[in-house]
């Protein structure tokens, strides 16, 4: 019960499940995977889940569902929409409290379950397709969400370089799509982009917790899941392009300036260079001893927050800063110069310890949050190279300052993003 | 040394004392990975007068020094601070709130050198003219970038509404002015009058030998003296009984208008088990009147008067309290009028059949709290500065009546108390 490992369980369905009682709640989730094809298609398939928690047969409006949630001690129930490589990903969560801290015995597991699974595969409908009130509804959310973006300038700029860095891929697609088409769409479209994912998509479900056999033995008969595929990516587009760099900036009143840089690494998690790739990006923008933090922030106090991040199944990576807007041209050349120098090898003995550390410290504590074990797991799952956390800390161990700097090399600047005050 | 162990929550607890007035308290989580340290000052942003402990004299600093000392602090003489907790391992990080300052590292080794370490520097002053002067670019930069979020700014707004004198209007990290202004000595000050062991906790959490690393620390705090262990008088000037502005507006680039809504509460309770009462008996009241469960919630969203952004919580302070209420809207004045209508028709029934179902969802969350250590340590020490014991909680929850709830919902939707804060897009 203590090496934290999924197991697959026996079923028709992909179903991973990783038995632990250190939690003092259970977590289920379910995963449907849709390649991304078009932004009108993304914007349909991020739509279904927000109308599907509106209402099912059994518990037809919000209020009830959220009633029948108080009386399951809080039980949460929620979705998401994410993006890993070109698919789309539609999340639904349960968590609620493991019965071993209630008096009451009221079989939360299977009642928590049934609520969760009634609003999935049996929704409340009109006229054989989704109830048009929450379709209109859930719409115009949706459009509020998109447009919403802007308000967190943060992620905004983000998602902007990588936009369009990847305009002409998949890549480059929004994960909730786009304003435009999903006016254009109608409520018996949705419903038959719902019948198709129900009846085609990728699923797998994964389960962190203590649950008891009866309840895992009888579940999963009942439920209908669409395939018996599990989310194996095997659709991204991971070329390389071979360009000049690309530099894009936008205007806007802001106090702070975004500077971020896209870059393509070509490494994905399936493949031996990763863990070399994950050492790279924490000496590089991981944390707070990381090259560009220290000269960036610490030595020159050119910016509040500089990171960088890699995204593993497309094989990207991203720097973000915020800085004052005079200092573009200078926090530039440092994140050049500070990859250059990576590449040459040009980095103490202890910053490489560090950087390593760093990362087998977050992993670890990884271990001890069932969400962060399931997110985990997962994007090792859609990589088709299925690894618990402590294989992949022995992996990262092993990793050189030779590999470190080979690695290193095969980054390439793709495209320059900044959003500025108007000048 | 006093052991507690909550059979019900399955947890145990350590409590110690120390001669200087440093207290203990260790979770103590078998079979975690992660251990978790962290040491919370009694001292906040709303700290800026206070009486000096050295001279007697009454003194104000600049708005956000608790803030600027918090990022001080993790400057050394010979070493960087981030450097000792990056060779162990461990990751370090602080922040600083209207009540308190906390620092904290996390690590999954070498956790007694990482807490000395952690114990170190948040007690060792050291303060350089070149060091602060680099620390306001800094944080002149967070600053600007708190003024791009439009939820942080639109919440001073309403505070600054709220209160005309009651330094919680203010920012937490201060304004470019105020910040520039900070000297070494104005932080010296601030260390010497609020950083002794007795205004401090020290929180661990994890698989840990609670003896061994009661010891230690004891072994550590004798290597130090501390100049006086009574601690400051905080002051905290006279609150007016009315609202200082009932309406802040303000324009921003964003994608739609925001609204925060505050209604004053001027009635404080007298001992700190009453405000505990208070603070959930009001967000019971307000998760009857406003959660998605609730009958208008579900008739704003349908209306589409208000979206998933909407949210209603009470805060209550030993010197300040308000209900908040904040949501995303095209229809800014719709929103609020409906919200206000609505709060005229509060129904007994309503009430009574929302108080029945609920006390199963606090107990799940109650439950919850002890899965998170950041978020366990935190309510902690919320708590324990309350002098309230975190495992009688449910028991003060319980304690709750509905008369208390019928009585809240006639006085604290008060008009006159009622403060609005907008942000509109600037396209608009």
């Known amino acids: 019960m203590d090496n934290f490992k999924f197991e697959k369980i026996k079923s028709k369905y992909s179903i991973h499940y990783l038995a632990t009682d250190k939690f003092k709640t259970n977590l289920i989730q379910i995963y449907f995977m849709l390649p991304l094809t078009s932004w009108s298609e993304a914007a349909m398939n991020a739509l279904i889940p927000a109308v599907l928690i509106r209402g099912s047969n059994r518990f037809p409006e919000s209020r009830i569902i959220k009633t029948e949630l108080k009386k399951l001690y809080g039980a949460g129930i929620s979705f998401s929409v994410l993006k890993r490589g070109e698919n789309q990903l539609l999340r639904f969560s349960l968590e609620y409290v493991n019965e071993n801290y209630l008096d009451e015995n009221i079989n939360l597991s299977r009642k928590s379950f049934e609520l969760l699974s009634d609003l999935i595969f049996n929704p409340l409908l009109e006229e054989k397709k989704f109830v048009e009130k929450y379709y209109l509804q859930e719409k115009k959310n949706q459009i509020e969400n998109i447009n919403s973006l802007i308000n967190d300038k943060y992620n905004y700029a983000v998602e902007k370089c990588f936009q369009n860095m990847c305009k002409d891929e998949k890549y480059g697609i929004y994960k909730l799509g786009d304003v435009k088409s999903l006016k254009e769409n109608s409520c018996e479209e949705l419903y038959n982009q719902y019948k198709k994912i129900k009846s085609s998509a990728r699923s797998s479900v994964f389960m962190v917790g203590d649950f008891k056999k009866s309840f895992i033995s009888n579940v999963f008969d009942e439920i209908k899941l669409p395939s018996t595929d599990d989310i194996i990516d095997n659709f991204t587009d991971k070329t390389v392009p071979e360009r000049e760099v690309q530099y894009i900036t936008e205007e806007m009143s802001v106090n702070q300036a975004k500077l971020t840089a896209g870059f393509r690494t070509g490494i994905t998690r399936d493949m031996e260079e990763y863990y070399a790739l994950l050492v790279v990006n924490s000496l590089l923008g991981g944390f707070s001893q990381s090259k560009l933090f220290q000269e960036v922030r610490e030595k020159r106090s050119l910016a509040y927050y500089i990171n960088s991040f890699i995204e593993s199944t497309k094989g ?108 | 040394m006093e052991k507690v162990y909550d059979k019900k929550m399955k947890e145990i607890l350590i409590k110690e004392k120390l001669d200087n007035g440093l207290h203990i308290y260790i979770f103590n989580k078998k079979g975690f990975t992660k ?100 620390e306001k670019g800094i944080i002149i930069q967070e600053i600007k970038m708190y003024q791009d979020d439009p939820y942080w700014r639109s919440l001073f707004n309403l505070l600054s509404g709220l ?51 009661i010891n230690l620390v004891k072994e550590n705090q004798l290597q130090k003296s501390f100049s006086d262990i009574k601690t400051p008088v905080k002051v905290i000037p006279e609150e007016s009984k009315t609202v200082n502005k009932k309406h802040v507006e303000e324009e921003m680039n964003i994608s739609r208008p925001l609204v925060q809504i505050a209604f004053k509460d001027i009635e404080t309770p007298s001992t700190p088990k009453e405000i505990i009462k208070k603070e959930y008996a009001v967000n019971i009241l307000l998760d009857i009147l406003f959660s998605r469960s609730s009958v208008r919630y579900n008739k704003f969203y349908e209306k589409g008067i208000i979206d998933s952004s909407f949210s209603s919580t009470y805060i209550r302070k030993e010197d300040y309290g308000y209900i908040h209420l904040y949501g995303e809207s095209r229809e800014t004045g719709r929103m609020i009028s409906a919200i206000l209508e609505s709060l005229k028709e509060i129904e007994k029934s309503e009430i009574h059949e929302g108080f029945m179902r609920i006390k199963k969802k606090y107990l799940g969350n109650y439950i919850k709290m002890f899965n998170n250590f950041s978020s366990l340590a935190a309510e902690f020490i919320n708590y324990r500065r309350l002098g309230i014991d975190i495992f009688s909680l449910m028991k003060i929850i319980d304690e709750i009546k509905i008369e208390e709830l019928y009585g809240y919902a006639d006085i604290l939707f008060n008009e006159d108390l009622m403060v609005e804060s907008i942000v509109k897009n600037k396209q608009d």
């Open chain 1, 316 to 423: 990207l990576m991203m720097v973000s800063s915020g800085i004052n807007p005079d200092n573009y041209v200078e926090v530039l050349k440092l994140i050049k110069e500070q990859i250059a120098a990576v590449v040459a090898g040009d980095f103490t003995d202890r910053e490489f310890q560090w950087a390593k550390k760093s990362i087998i410290n977050r992993l670890k504590q990884d271990l001890d949050s069932s969400k962060s074990l399931a997110a985990h797991y997962l994007l090792s799952v859609i990589n088709d190279k299925p690894e618990s956390i402590i294989s992949e800390i022995n992996n990262i161990k092993k990793v050189g300052r030779n590999d470190i700097m080979s690695t290193a090399e095969k980054i390439k600047l793709d495209t320059v993003y900044f959003l500025r005050s108007e000048e």
């Open chain 2, 35 to 134: 251990q978790y340290a962290m040491v919370s000052v009694d001292y906040g942003s709303n700290d800026i007068e206070f009486i000096d402990v050295e001279t007697g004299e009454k003194v104000r600093t600049p708005e956000g020094i608790a803030h600027f000392l918090e990022h001080q602090l993790f400057e050394d003489k010979e070493a960087s601070i981030f450097d000792k907790f990056a060779d162990l391992g461990a990751s370090a990080n602080a922040y600083t709130s209207f009540n308190s300052t906390n620092y904290l590292f996390s690590s999954t080794e070498n956790f007694n050198k990482a807490l000395i370490n952690l114990l170190n520097f948040v007690q060792t002053p050291y303060f350089t003219d070149k060091s602060v002067n680099k």
């Open chain 2, 163 to 213: 209160y005309s004198t009651h330094p919680v209007k203010n920012d937490i990290a201060g304004t470019v002015e105020s910040v520039s202004s900070i000297s070494p000595e104005d932080l010296y000050l601030c260390h010497k009058n609020f950083y002794q062991p007795a205004n401090m906790d020290l929180i661990l959490i994890g698989d840990l030998n609670e003896e061994k690393i």
